[in-house]
């Protein structure tokens, strides 16, 4: 196993060290696992906080901060953080304006920040949840039952925390969330697959010369598996796969986000170039790009490959999407 790491036990608790080191404007509790912005109690502005698996970085942590998330609670590994952790984001960001909870569509994050809400009610705190379910590969996968939560994410972090920060109410950030992730459709290509680093070998076999069409973010399996094949086929794949899917979302004509996102192995090089072969594919299908964004944002460990999110946008989410932001992975406008 070849890690830069002291020890798979402290791997997400050495992140969370390193994170607080790096990033000063952030209230970094690394041994209940809570990642808050400082200024989270200021301003009366609604608390967005969202959690997962660790492993997925710069999802969620990097995304706390002007014009995005409240907090962030890391998990172990691939593992949903458990409900007190929830709770105590939500405290430690609630204003008195509500909190809402953006949850990715995985049984584990599901149930637990429902738990987490009924707690939060109890205490007197105001909850909206909202679900990400935007994958188009499968259904009903090993971690989930219905479309997994992936790319669009960002897409609903973003949008979400722009309005929280102009003073929406909780119910219009909640509003506004629902209908970016009702309005994006992702798809994912896996090169190779991850190593986690209890299993310190890979996570599935996908054999030299193969890879897997639709793959989830946890190496969840994908629609199929082909030879290896150049990055324009994969790209008209992936693509008319989102596509199909967005077909009846308003405007149908109108223009879209795209996010060529990679899974963590994959070098800029390679997303650039991929990225040039997907706006070929949407000029083809008459699809104008408004914004587009190429990194690694919503990623699986080590895992070579990429994953395609259209969401179609309206000059309100444009709006949203090009307000300010400052945090460890996105910022622009400030």
Not at 101 to 114: A, H, P, Q, S
Not at 124 to 129: H, Y
Not at 221 to 237: D, H, L, S, Y
Not at 251 to 265: F, Q, T
Request: hydrophobic share 45%; proline share 5%; glycine share 12%.
């Amino acid at each position: 196993m070849r890690m830069l790491i002291n020890s798979p036990e402290t791997v997400v608790a050495d992140a969370l060290r390193g994170m607080a080191a790096a990033h000063p404007e952030l209230d970094v509790d690394v041994e209940r696992r809570v990642v808050v912005r400082r200024d989270a109690r200021q301003g009366g502005r609604v608390g967005l906080v969202s959690g997962g698996g660790s492993g997925h970085e710069p999802l969620h942590g990097g995304f706390v901060g002007y014009g995005m998330l409240s907090a962030a609670c890391p998990g172990e590994v691939f593992t949903s953080p458990v409900p007190d952790q929830v709770v105590r984001a939500a405290a430690a960001v609630d204003c008195g304006q509500g909190v809402l909870f953006v949850v990715k569509n995985y049984t584990g994050d599901v149930l637990n920040f429902e738990m987490a809400a009924e707690l939060a009610e109890e205490d007197g705190l105001r909850v909206e949840r909202v679900l990400v379910d935007d994958d188009v590969a499968v259904t009903d996968s090993l971690y989930t039952a219905g479309r997994r939560g992936t790319g669009a994410t960002l897409f609903v972090e973003k949008i979400a925390g722009a309005a929280a920060e102009e003073g929406a109410p909780l119910e219009r950030v909640a509003e506004l969330a629902r209908r970016v992730n009702a309005s994006s459709r992702s798809f994912g290509v896996a090169l190779s697959a991850c190593t986690t680093p209890a299993k310190g070998s890979p996570t599935f076999d996908l054999p030299d010369g193969e890879l897997e069409l639709g793959i989830g973010i946890h190496g969840e399996p994908g629609r199929e598996r082909r030879p290896v094949m150049p990055a324009r086929e994969i790209a008209e794949i992936a693509v008319g796969a989102v596509l199909e899917e967005l077909a009846d979302r308003a405007p149908a004509d109108g223009p879209v986000l795209a996010l060529v996102n990679g899974m963590g192995a994959t070098p800029l090089l390679e997303l650039y170039g991929f990225h040039a072969e997907v706006a070929r594919v949407l000029a083809e299908r008459g699809v104008p790009v408004a914004r587009a964004l190429v990194g690694n944002y919503v990623t699986s460990l080590d895992m070579a490959g990429c994953s395609v999110t259209l969401c179609r946008a309206d000059e309100e989410l444009l709006r949203l999407w090009d307000a300010p932001v400052q945090t460890a992975a996105l910022r622009w406008g400030r």
